[in-house]
């Protein structure tokens, strides 16, 4: 179901250009040259595991990151012509075009499946580029690679096994402790074992340092992120 929501999250807001103004400014060293910074700036948004699309008014494609690219592939149909936007993403932003006359209307959000299965969640909203200047702004995420990351960081933080980081991804699909035994060939008993491990692990309270993480295992890069259950038991 689409929702489309106000600059507040309930209301318009009349004074929008006034509290943009109002807003901390980044201050950029006077060394860093604006094509370095631009370039920089398109670094940081390809390595980006969310889609970041910026259309003109004419829905023409002005910047896509690699994750937009291939999410636009995987959203079009067999019928479609790869060199254009897919039909269900054009008709969400013709329908955020048309009730984004109206002031109230400032965010839309919906989700749209790819043909492989994926869901992704997607928000269109005005990306002001200057006071009399804008552009669509469209983000996709896949909530796979969202679940992933999230159970990737637990098991860095917290120090999970990789038996017990498949133990807890089952858990948090709501499998229950026959089903997880089932699927990885265990015990219900060593089940219980590593599901109380795992409480243990995130609720002892001690002090943490900080996770070094070896760049092949960079956390913006999850999508090969594969869990190896192993033998372990």
Same mark, same amino acid.
């Given at each position: ?70 999410? *636009? @592939?995987?959203?079009? /149909?067999?019928? %479609?012509?790869?060199?254009? =936007?897919?039909?269900? #993403? ?80 089952? *858990? @948090?699909?709501?499998? /229950?402790?026959? %089903?997880?035994?089932?699927? =990885?060939?265990?015990? #219900? ?45």
């Amino acid at each position: 179901m689409q929702r489309l929501f106000t600059a507040s999250g309930t209301a318009c807001s009349t004074h929008a250009s006034h509290e943009i103004n109002q807003e901390p400014q980044l201050t950029v060293p006077k060394s860093i040259a604006a094509h370095e910074l631009q370039a920089s700036l398109y670094r940081l948004l390809d390595h980006l595991t969310q889609g970041l699309l910026l259309l003109g008014e004419e829905l023409n494609v002005l910047y896509a990151n690699p994750y937009a690219y291939l999410f *636009l @592939q995987e959203l079009l /149909s067999h019928d %479609e012509n790869p060199q254009q =936007l897919p039909r269900c #993403l054009v008709e969400l932003c013709q329908n955020f075009l048309r009730e984004s006359d109206n002031c109230d209307k400032t965010l839309l959000m919906d989700e749209l499946v790819t043909l492989q299965g994926a869901v992704l969640q997607v928000q269109v909203s005005w990306f002001w580029v200057s006071p009399l200047r804008k552009h669509l702004l469209i983000t996709l995420v896949d909530r796979s690679i969202v679940g992933q990351q999230a159970l990737w960081f637990d098991q860095q933080i917290y120090g999970l096994t990789d038996r017990e980081t498949r133990v807890w991804q089952l *858990l @948090q699909n709501q499998a /229950s402790y026959q %089903e997880i035994a089932h699927c =990885l060939e265990i015990s #219900l008993n060593t089940v219980k074992t590593h599901i109380k491990n795992i409480y243990a692990k995130r609720r002892i309270p001690r002090k943490r340092s900080p996770v070094w993480v070896p760049s092949q295992f960079h956390a913006l890069n999850l999508s090969q992120f594969v869990y190896q259950t192993g033998n372990e038991t």
